[in-house]
């Protein structure tokens, strides 16, 4: 079985927004759906792995989150199978007879942009734990063996803020998923995207 590697562009960007999806007790979600336009829309299809964070847990309409709107921003389509609590290692469910992964690589996107690992840190403080940073350096690691872009600080675009969190105290609001949207299309302008 052979995986088909994306057509244009970079073949993914690995953005380390570990400090993005505060708990790993998040409540998972069903199964995503796909959010992806026809076959015959020639634009970009750019698929999201990620965490509640990249789902848009605590926005007030999915269309406001900072994943959709960026499609939409750079005139790609969107592909968001996002789960909430989804981190590296905890919360790898199955969906149906498929995984996350699968479902990404079945859409052949485009571009595919990671942003998670929160969850696999159990942060419930405002300290930093060392165990953010060995992943964040497993990232970086990866992203760099296989000379992809990683986008460094992504984790602090959005933490202690005031007014950025939704009611539950531990999602952007939908200002804050406007932050997100503005550093994001700002890293990835940088990296010539």
Known sequence: ?????????VGAVVAALTALAVLAGCAPAAAPGTGVDPADDDRPLVAFYGDSYTLGTGASDLSVRWS???AE???WREFNPSVNGLGFINNRRSFDDTDLP???IDQQPDIVIVTMGLNDSFWYTAERPASLETIIGWVRA?????????IPGASTWIAGAPGL???DGLHPNDEGYALMLEKMDAAI???GL
Not at 1 to 9: A, D, G, T, V
Not at 142 to 150: G, I, M, N, S, V
């Open 142 to 150: 990866a992203a760099d063996r296989y000379d992809l872009p990683f």
């Open 1 to 9: 079985m052979s995986i088909r590697r994306p057509r244009s562009l």
């Open 189 to 191: 302008a940088e990296l």
């Open 165 to 167: 969190m939704a009611t």
């Open 68 to 70: 959709t709107q960026l």
């Open 73 to 75: 921003l750079r005139g």
């Open 102 to 104: 699968t479902l990404i």
